[in-house]
């Protein structure tokens, strides 16, 4: 049984910074694509970062780039997004997401419960 278990979320004043952690379990973690998307209130899902599993090749959204930074360690079975340079506009549930294949290719297979991140004007 796939479990995938986000952490790291919270407020945070604009300008600031959060790191957000997922930890997953009952996979091959290395065979596995990993990735961020992000659902605000209101509004569709939207993809943020994906790393695949070697770690050296990354994807990014457009309203991230620059700002972001997704990294995996494989023996910990732990993928982070560093999020710099937070804007209000960056609020929202973030979901860790894995599939064995590139998720741009199409909805990943397993999904966490997903973290609030709230960033304060």
């Known amino acids: 049984q796939v479990q995938l278990v986000e952490s790291g979320g919270g407020l945070v004043q604009a300008g600031g910074s959060l790191r957000l952690s997922c930890e997953a379990s009952?996979?091959?973690?290395?065979?596995?694509?990993m990735a961020w998307f992000r659902q605000a209130l209101g509004k569709e899902r939207e993809f943020v970062a994906q790393?695949?599993?070697?770690?050296?090749?990354?994807s990014y959204g457009n309203s991230v780039k620059g700002r972001f930074t997704i990294s995996r360690d494989n023996a910990k079975k732990t993928v982070a997004l560093q999020m710099n340079s937070l804007k209000p506009e960056d609020t929202a549930v973030y979901y860790c997401a894995v599939d064995l294949r590139t998720v741009l290719a199409g909805t990943p297979r397993y999904w966490g419960q997903g973290t609030q991140v709230t960033v304060s004007s």
């Open positions: 009952g996979l091959t973690f290395s065979n596995y694509y």
């Open positions: 790393i695949n599993w070697s770690g050296g090749l990354t």
